[in-house]
């Protein structure tokens, strides 16, 4: 196996050529260091490249390997984190000239759970600045360069993409992993808000941030999130409840499931091939045993958009305020504005956002009672050309608000070879829904497989 072949292994295949002896962690690991050694150049997916404390780590990986030690449940797998999670000793810009030389002296939780399951660090990935729209990075989409990776996760995106890692890390505000895993075909996840602890990553929304990731698979992303998930008592907003075997939901026969599909505003303005795509997934599923019916958006869907952008930049004002009146010339024309806006804005402002906000949650989770989960298209169109934008998150928005679990998944690729996705939705800690949907209609299909050709 060439050191290309190796790259393009998902989680599971990897982990049983290791437990097999045919591949070792050092392999692995100089495998997608030699391909971002390779790539980055025209990719510019990497901020921060750790190759010395990489091979290290996989070299005690190794030597464990070979003492017929303990093997977590990521033994050996390297992986990318946005640059918005701590990481001790190595520094956390935020895509930002404010925390250019930031260092910080722990790593974020989700590091540490990763690192006790196997998982080796490759470095850190680009992202707009503090994870806010616009000031985007110079990543460009490996699919086609020419195209935006989306954002605010955009390195972490097109890094898996390319294969320069197995999984990657991500950060979900309004649509920051589900629209760059449906531009980068790729399989994100964005669970439940407080499943994943946001201890040690930069915020940019505390009541709005979600940890993310993204994987090859839905079965990868169940193993992922089985380790991640899990109280946190330094994470105010972290949930204290049960984290089941997530990978179990993989089996689970989807059969006299019931699905909902909310046709007005996901629907409106939608690209023909991705309408093209979202009906012929639709029918994928009716073959499955699936029941497809349309249902209502809630009533105060629209309003509740609005205040998810107005809590957005409070929010973000009241993060940075300190640092931005220090040195506001350090600060990037887009997270500028967002932050001026968000100090002008009143406390009873505010509020009645978060009172929307709060109608919406019931609505949205009275809605999802009434179904097993909801579908509609991830994003209005693929990749938009160019990378001075990264494309609409108005999709994945009003989810993220409501703080219930999402999943992308790819679901075809359209006239010009670019990716598209499809995006289910459960309720509020039912991921393992997400789950056996996601990998039957992956078992059904091969969009997921697709890698770029042109690298």
């Known amino acids: 196996m060439d ?19 045919q591949l070792s962690p050092v392999e692995l690991t100089q495998a997608c260091l030699d391909r971002i ?23 005690e990986m190794e030597t464990m390997l070979m003492r017929g030690g303990p093997i977590g449940p990521l033994f050996g797998i390297p992986f990318a984190a946005k640059d918005l999670f701590y990481t001790a000793g190595i520094r956390t810009t935020g895509g930002s000239q404010a925390d250019a030389d930031f260092v910080p002296h722990f790593d974020a939780t989700v590091l540490i759970q990763l690192k006790k399951a196997g998982a080796i660090l490759l470095g850190k990935t680009t992202t707009t600045e503090y994870a806010f729209l616009g000031g985007p990075p110079k990543t460009r989409n490996p699919w086609n360069l020419n195209h935006t990776p989306g954002g605010s996760s955009a390195g972490s995106a097109a890094a898996l993409a390319a294969s320069m890692a197995l999984f990657s890390l991500g950060t979900q505000t309004a649509g920051s992993v589900l629209r760059p895993a449906a531009y980068n075909g ?6 439940t808000y407080g499943r994943i ?14 940890t993310g990731l993204f994987a090859k698979s839905a079965a990868d992303a169940a193993l992922l999130l089985t380790v991640m998930a899990g109280y946190d008592s330094a994470d105010p907003g972290s949930a204290d409840v049960p984290v089941p075997d997530f990978q179990r939901a993989l089996q689970r026969d989807v059969r006299g499931m019931t699905v909902g599909v909310p046709r007005s505003f996901f629907t409106d303005g939608l690209d023909d091939d991705l309408r093209q795509h979202f009906e012929t997934a639709l029918h994928v599923f009716r073959d499955l045993g699936v029941h497809v019916r349309e249902v209502e958006l809630p009533a105060s869907f629209h309003d509740a958009n609005a205040a998810h952008w107005l809590i957005m930049r409070a929010e973000a004002a009241a993060y940075h305020q300190d640092a931005y009146e220090k040195n506001p010339h350090l600060f990037g024309k887009s997270i500028s504005e967002a932050i001026e806006i968000g100090l002008r804005l009143s406390s009873v402002d505010y509020l009645r956002a978060q009172r929307i906000r709060s109608i ?55 006239r010009g070879g670019l ?7 459960a309720k509020a800690f039912q991921e393992e829904t997400l789950f056996a949907l996601g990998h039957a209609f992956q078992t059904s299909t091969d969009w997921h497989k697709r890698r770029p050709a042109n690298l």
């Open 186 to 191: 790729l399989t994100g996840l964005k669970a």
């Open 197 to 210: 602890s946001r201890h040690g990553v930069i915020a940019l929304s505390w009541s709005l941030d979600h």
């Open 3 to 21: 050191r290309h072949e190796i790259c393009e292994l998902d989680i599971s295949q990897a982990m049983a050529l290791m437990k097999q002896h």
């Open 360 to 414: 919406f949650q019931k609505e949205m989770n009275e809605q999802l009672q009434q179904v097993d989960a909801w579908i509609t298209p991830s994003t209005p169109t693929s990749a938009p050309f160019g990378i001075s934008k990264t494309g609409l998150p108005i999709f994945n928005t009003p989810f993220t608000n409501a703080g219930v679990p999402a999943i992308s998944i790819p679901m075809g690729m359209d």
């Open 419 to 425: 990716p598209t996705g499809l995006q289910i939705i």
């Open 37 to 59: 050694g390779r790539l980055d150049g025209k990719i510019q997916a990497w901020i921060t490249v750790l190759p010395e404390a990489a091979l290290a780590a996989a070299r």
